[in-house]
């Protein structure tokens, strides 16, 4: 079992930046690769990209965060974290992260178990 709680959020101009963190509690962090999700209203939840298990050393983007944003994992902290530059305003959304093991669906939500409460994200002048 894993809980998951994103931070970071919050309002911020075109053209900024923000981090996001994931906080897990629970055991073996490391074994699980950890996605970012993001839903806008009336809009379905969309993969923004993914780091895999252990040393983090695949990664997996979605259309809307090549170029701009990374992710990267602290396994000693047991998080993981998103950053976003160059924001615009169709990022804005509540953005997710999970958790999950599967390796043949690192890119779709059913790949993951562990959900975190979301955070919003707005881009605005």
């Known amino acids: 079992q894993v809980s998951l709680v994103e931070s970071g959020g919050g309002l911020v101009q075109p053209g900024g930046s923000l981090r996001l963190s994931c906080a897990a509690s629970g055991r073996a962090f490391e074994s699980y690769n950890m996605a970012w999700f993001r839903q806008a209203p009336g809009k379905e939840r969309e993969f923004v990209l993914a780091i895999s298990s252990f040393s983090g050393n695949n990664f997996y983007y979605g259309d809307s965060a090549k170029g701009r944003f990374s992710v990267s994992r602290d396994n000693a902290k047991n998080t993981a974290y998103l950053q976003m530059n160059s924001l615009k305003p169709e990022d804005s959304a509540v953005y997710y992260c999970?958790?999950?093991?599967?390796?043949?669906?690192?890119?779709?939500?059913?790949?993951?178990?562990?959900w975190g409460q979301g955070t919003q994200v707005t881009i605005s002048s």
């Open positions: 999970a958790a999950g093991r599967s390796a043949a669906r690192v890119i779709q939500a059913a790949g993951y178990d562990y």
